[in-house]
């Protein structure tokens, strides 16, 4: 860390106690942003390096992702990015190891990442009817009234 950053922390914890606020916590914030252009992509990172506390932003054009790190909340880089009259929603996406049914209809996604799906509940699971049911046994091997064509 350094004497120079020992120094900061204590100065940094001793002016918050005599302030009596708390100090936000660190955060990183991912954001999906529709960016057609380098123009697109300026005019966004000006305005989210503006937002109050944020140290650092990183903007990537191919996966449509900006994501802003420091001492912010999440709600006011939204409406700063919304400012821009861009389409901008919080990134959806996370790593396919992370889900449960990485398959089923809500969590897959054409538009997504390579290896990543939406983030879905846990809720949303396989469906399986009675009638996908009937039709696996009409077509099954140990069924001696099976289908004989095959």
Not at 7 to 15: A, C, G, N
Not at 79 to 88: L, M
Not at 99 to 113: G, H
Not at 133 to 145: K, L, R
Request: aromatic residues 6%; hydrophobic residues 35%; proline residues 5%.
């Amino acid at each position: 860390m350094g004497v120079a950053g020992t120094l900061e922390y204590f100065s940094d914890l001793l002016s918050n106690v005599k302030k009596g606020k708390k100090r936000k916590q660190m955060q990183t914030v991912a954001l999906k942003v529709r960016m057609d252009c380098e123009g697109c992509e300026r005019k966004i990172k000006s305005v989210l390096s503006g937002v109050k506390g944020a140290k650092s932003v990183d903007v990537d054009m191919k996966q449509q992702k900006v994501t802003v790190t420091g001492y912010v909340e999440p709600k006011k880089v939204l409406k700063a990015a919304q400012s821009t009259k861009k389409k901008v929603e919080m990134w959806p996406y996370v790593p396919y190891t992370l889900v449960a049914n990485p398959y089923v209809s809500q969590a897959y996604d054409k538009k997504a990442p390579a290896n990543h799906v939406r983030a879905v509940p846990v809720t949303a699971t396989i469906s399986e009817t009675t009638m996908d049911d009937n039709y696996t046994n009409m077509f099954s091997d140990e069924n001696p009234n099976a289908c004989s064509i095959m």
